[in-house]
Nanobody, 120 residues
Framework: QVQLVESGGGLVQAGGSLRLSCAAS????????MGWFRQAPGKEREFVAA????????YYADSVKGRFTISRDNAKNTVYLQMNSLKPEDTAVYYC?????????????WGQGTQVTVSS
């Protein structure tokens, strides 16, 4: 079991940056693959980025590649999403998630989400 709590969302102008954090409980955080997803109003939840348990492998949706960076600090039980060059279409609730298998796999544990709003 792992519990996830996101933070760092907010309101930012287009072109700006935000860094999301996801703090995880439990002593086995370093064995979990972690992912970030987002859901905009009226749309389905979509994959944003994922990272392997070691941090050695990362994956991104085409829509954020080159603008967003996922990273993790296993000593702090935290995964991050650095978001640069934000666009209004990045507006969504962002969720972090964990699974014990691999980054591009079904996720079992989810946080409550943090709102990101990008104004034009």
């Amino acid at each position: 079991q792992v519990q996830l709590v996101e933070s760092g969302g907010g309101l930012v102008q287009a072109g700006g940056s935000l860094r999301l954090s996801c703090a995880a409980s439990g002593r086995t955080f370093s064995s979990y693959a972690m992912g970030w997803f987002r859901q905009a109003p009226g749309k389905e939840r979509e994959f944003v980025a994922a990272i392997s348990w070691s941090g050695g492998s990362t994956y991104y949706a085409d829509s954020v590649k080159g603008r967003f960076t996922i990273s993790r600090d296993n000593a702090k039980n935290t995964v991050y999403l650095q978001m640069n060059s934000l666009k209004p279409e990045d507006t969504a609730v962002y969720y972090c998630a964990a699974n014990a298998v691999r980054p591009l796999y079904e996720y079992d544990y989810w946080g409550q989400g943090t709102q990101v709003t990008v104004s034009s």
